[in-house]
């Protein structure tokens, strides 16, 4: 069965930064494009970022020039790099991949941001 797979959440300090993976399995990989998204208490989940199978990458207004995607189809692994984090990112973070009409989610990472 399909399998999406977060790691690397955790609590860091404002100005830190994480580094999330999501393995997949269950999927061919390289023909799905990967997400990221975050949902904070109180809030509806929303994008951080996104990776095309092609390698065109998007992200949140709020995170640009911070947090990297990155995908890796031989180890069918999407990353999310966050450096100089704030309390705002503090949430749960979950991988998505979608090809055509068809969405998958991972169980979600928490990250949380303070000092």
């Known amino acids: 069965q399909v399998q999406l797979v977060e790691s690397g959440g955790g609590l860091v300090q404002p100005g830190g930064s994480l580094r999330l993976s999501c393995a997949a399995s269950g999927i061919t990989f390289r023909v799905y494009d990967m997400g990221w998204y975050r949902q904070a208490p109180g809030k509806q989940r929303e994008l951080v970022a996104a990776v095309t199978r092609g390698g065109i990458t998007n992200y949140a207004d709020s995170v640009k020039g911070r947090f990297t995607i990155s995908r890796d189809n031989a180890k069918n692994t999407v990353y999310l790099q966050m450096n100089s984090l704030k309390p705002e990112d503090t949430a749960v973070y979950y991988c998505?991949?979608?090809?055509?009409?068809?969405?998958?989610w991972g169980q979600g990472t928490q990250v949380t941001v303070s000092s």
């Open positions: 998505n991949s979608r090809f055509l009409t068809t969405d998958y």
